[in-house]
């Protein structure tokens, strides 16, 4: 027994040495030193490649122990096939693709802190099974991939990635997003050539019996002639986000996966906490995600499991992991010069356009290109918050008392073919766009100058970065929102007045923070492809939005200069006028909240300990920001509330409102190339990914909650405050729209009927 066990156990060890050195003998049997080792020395090159492996393998073992080991061979022998495999043989892509879902399953299971603890800490020899089970899903005689990809496990992440339902009526053109990258594809093979590879390629796909899908998550579409040229110059990541996030927004609205104003009930408030017959108890609450911005715990936000949704799905992590994959999606930045009018096309095709995938925008700005769209832009738009006045005595007050300056940026570096940011704007009393500095440049540039409009492409490029990045991600839904949620789970027990106020402001908070933090913070996410920057450079620029951070300065000290504040009386900065009218009919809100709870002894000296601590633990973020709150008074708490609804309210409506300035080509991106004056295509299509996002709703700000206030035995006063609130907000909404029929342009991010309950995407 034990010399035919020996013997089979040599036969498969004998196979696969043959195996390699023939492949490996193959694949670079035309390289000038493997024909010179062949000639010179007589050996197989394979057979040299094999043992130097070995050898390699074996000193690391004792050098650097198993974990190195492992990754070592279970990552550069895979990588190396799949480059080799891609333009090869269909089947070759299809086993190693498997290979590389199973290998990231892992590594996402691995980045799970309980798994780290429970299971790879405390399992003997973890890494030498891991090696073994990988080898066994790679190796040629095994064939272990395939094997698990033919249980369809992983059947979920490949629908997701790379089924498409066959319904393209003979002669459409249709998509096939399998295609590889633009840089790997013959010169000279045109759309329609593409198209019929593609077409014949499906009509073989067709063949086989393939489970039939709903119509609302069609991932194909009917793309004209000029749309499918465009998408056949772009990258696959892109591919992927413009033919898979339309269907699954329409879907998710249609579904309304967002929530409605009727799921808000007494169990949206218990997370952290449990009942017992003395009462609520404190327990640990459970972290979904850590998300880590670089080094440091300053920059580390650790993300609970949502009061209402729980924990994100495995599935959708596990996605957003694989999607920054670089053997899967290296980053390729690619430019396609392309008309505005051919793009607006292409998103009515990809039915990525306002009002289809994106939601309709709340302001009709037709271009951001001429001076005057520019002080729109900045005056009565998104751009308000970076509006400050210059001093009397400062060098520049020539050019105007205004400036908009992205001097910060001028710092960080760049990926090979873009151009560095940094810009500052100036405007005169009157609004008019007067100069704009380039930093990089070191010129001052103004109207009628040779690179005038690649300096307002500059601007608006800027722009678009940090107010996504910056303002809406790191500001908004981490410091503030994500803060919040924590401090409210962590110390207000469900029974609290503090904490049921609370609970409509954070509906859904934690589930869309873990998504938009995970698709937007890592290596080559979303922003780090979507910006010009290396990902060192956006690291220091999130780093630096973390220290620079004021998002619980009530508003009302936000805006300084006299000038600014007088044109705010007369109608002319409606971001201060309206940002102040909505701020004090919060306040006035959460006064009543606070006072009703104390005068029907509701915030009794329990709840009155609890608010302190949930006071305290977000002044001890506070730490890490620029801003830090007052030791705890009721009114400094009072403060602290209000300037969080009004953050997650009305100013995550006007920073995250990707669709005003970003669902054209003729508006904003991310990222701008030298001497340009045209956005770049590739960036402009992922905002437009991003902005489809933010049009799944989360329940609107002027709903009654029937399921939440007074049910479950909380008291009859919380109907009332909160219709008195919901009347005080009515009156608001007349007095803007009579404002905003006065004024050069409407301004309608502190409308109330058009905000949301709560932080989306």
């Given amino acids: 027994m034990g010399s035919g066990v020996d013997a089979s156990f040599l036969d498969v060890l004998l196979t696969t040495w043959s195996f390699l050195v023939e492949t490996i003998d193959e694949e670079i049997q035309n390289h000038p030193a493997a024909q010179y080792v062949k000639q010179s020395a007589g050996i197989r090159p394979g057979a040299l490649v094999v043992i130097g492996s070995l050898v390699i393998v074996m000193c690391s073992i004792a050098l650097y122990g198993q974990e190195f080991v492992t990754e070592l061979v279970c990552f550069v022998y895979p990588a190396v096939m799949t480059t080799l495999r891609m333009e090869r043989s269909s089947m070759d892509v299809v086993f190693w693709m498997s290979y590389w879902l199973i290998y990231n399953f892992i590594d996402l299971l691995e980045s799970i802190e309980q798994y780290h603890i429970y299971i790879e800490e405390k399992t003997p020899l973890y890494f030498w099974f891991k090696l073994a089970f990988l080898v066994w899903c790679f190796s040629p005689i095994t064939k272990g991939a395939s094997k698990i ?55 073989r796909n067709n063949r086989h019996n393939e489970k039939p899908r709903k119509d609302s998550a069609k991932s194909d579409f009917k793309l004209s002639k000029e749309s499918l040229d465009i998408c056949s110059k772009l990258d696959k990541y892109t591919l992927i986000l413009i033919n898979k996030f339309p269907a699954k927004v329409i879907e998710a609205n249609h579904n309304k996966k967002g929530g409605v104003h009727t799921d808000l009930s007494k169990a949206s408030t218990t997370h952290g906490w449990k009942e017992t017959k003395k009462g609520w108890v404190k327990k640990k609450a459970k972290v979904q995600a850590i998300i880590k911005i670089g080094k440091g715990d300053s920059f580390k936000f650790p993300i609970l499991e949502d009061a209402h949704f729980g924990k994100t799905k495995f599935s959708e992590r596990l996605i957003r992991k694989l999607i920054r994959f670089e053997t899967l999606f290296p980053l390729q930045d690619t430019y396609i010069d392309v008309s505005p009018a051919a793009v607006d096309k292409l998103l009515v095709d990809l039915k990525l356009a306002p009002g289809m995938a994106m939601p309709r925008a709340r302001h009709d700005f037709a271009e951001m290109e001429s001076n005057s769209s520019m002080s729109r832009l900045f005056f009565y738009g998104p751009g308000a918050p970076f509006v400050k006045e210059l001093a009397s005595d400062d060098p520049n007050i020539h050019l105007g008392p205004f400036v908009v300056d992205f001097a910060e940026d001028a710092k960080r570096s760049v990926r090979l073919g873009f151009r560095e940011y940094g810009a500052r704007v100036h405007f005169s009393p009157k609004q008019e766009l007067t100069a704009i500095y380039d930093y990089h440049e070191r010129e001052l540039v103004k109207p009628g100058d040779p690179h005038w409009e690649h300096a307002k492409c500059l601007v608006r490029n800027n722009f678009g970065m940090r107010m996504t990045f910056i303002n809406h991600l790191i500001h908004t839904h981490l410091c503030c929102a994500n803060t919040t949620v924590n401090a409210m789970i962590n110390n207000l027990s469900p029974d609290n007045p503090i904490r049921r106020l609370l609970t409509v402001f954070t509906f859904r908070t934690s589930y869309i923070n873990s998504a938009a933090a995970e698709s937007l913070t890592p290596e080559l996410s979303m922003s780090h492809r979507c910006s010009a920057l290396t990902y060192a450079s956006l690291v220091g620029a999130m ?72 006071y305290y633990e977000i002044k001890t973020k506070c730490l890490d920001f620029s801003y830090q709150p007052p030791h705890f008074s009721l009114d400094a708490a009072q403060d602290l509330i209000t300037q969080f609804i009004f953050n997650v309210t009305g100013y995550h409506e006007l920073v995250g409102s990707l669709v005003d300035f970003a669902c054209s080509l003729r508006h904003c991106s991310a990222r701008c190339r030298p001497g340009a004056t045209t956005n770049d295509l590739q960036s402009f299509l992922m905002c437009a990914a991003v902005a489809a996002l933010t049009s799944i709703r989360t329940p609107p700000l002027m709903s009654d909650f029937p399921n939440f206030f007074a049910k479950d035995g909380a008291p009859e006063w919380e109907i009332k405050v909160w219709a008195a609130f919901q009347k005080d907000l009515g009156e608001l909404v007349v007095l803007n729209k009579k404002k905003n029929a006065s004024r050069p342009h409407p301004f309608r991010y502190f409308q109330p009927d058009q905000l949301e309950c709560s932080v989306s995407i």
């Fill in 543 to 614: 780093q630096e939005g973390i220290q620079d951070c004021q998002i619980f300065r009530p508003f009302p000290q936000w805006v300084e200069g006299k000038e600014l504040i007088k044109m705010a009386k007369v109608g002319r900065f409606p971001f201060l006028e309206d940002g102040l009218n909505y701020y004090n009919t919060i306040r006035k809100f959460v006064q009543a909240w606070i006072q009703t709870s104390v005068d029907t002894n509701y915030l009794d000296d329990r709840n009155l300990a609890q608010l302190r601590d949930f």
């Fill in 149 to 203: 990809a033919n249980l369809q496990v992983m059947e979920v992440v490949g629908d997701f990635f790379f089924k498409s339902k066959p319904t393209t009526p003979r002669g459409a053109a249709r998509f096939d997003f399998n295609e590889p990258p633009v840089r790997d594809r013959p010169k000279g093979s045109g759309a329609l050539a593409e198209a019929e590879v593609r077409n014949a390629r499906n009509s």
